[in-house]
């Protein structure tokens, strides 16, 4: 998140967030649902179809989602400077491993199953 430039204090915040997430798919459509504690938001798309979204700090992103190997594969663009940032999001044994990529620095949290 330093690399991305949030601050300390959103970096604190996000540490903390206690976010859960909800993967729903139906064919190519995708409904995922992040609940924390500071936003609820529920996103829909379709595989390869790109569209916008905001980070919980409020970074604007313009891209897409696709399905490589099993894995979902976010390409994304920031708006307010044109840098990609790669998601990546995978089943592991019973977790979902979520890794950002950004400028050469990877990031993963792993989400347990409830």
Aim: charge should be neutral.
């Amino acid at each position: 998140m330093q690399t991305m430039g949030i601050n300390l204090i959103k970096r604190k915040l996000g540490a903390n967030d206690n976010l859960k997430i909800t993967i729903l798919q139906e064919g190519n459509k995708f409904t995922i649902t992040e609940s924390s504690n500071f936003r609820n938001i529920e996103i829909s798309f379709t595989l390869g179809v790109n569209f916008d979204y905001s980070l919980a700090d409020g970074t604007e992103l313009h891209g897409n989602w696709e399905l490589k190997d099993n894995k979902l594969v976010g390409t994304f663009t920031r708006k307010d400077n044109g840098k990609e940032l790669v998601a990546l999001r995978e089943i592991v044994g019973d977790e979902l491993v979520q890794t950002y990529t950004y400028e050469g620095v990877s990031a993963k949290r792993i989400f347990k199953k409830a």
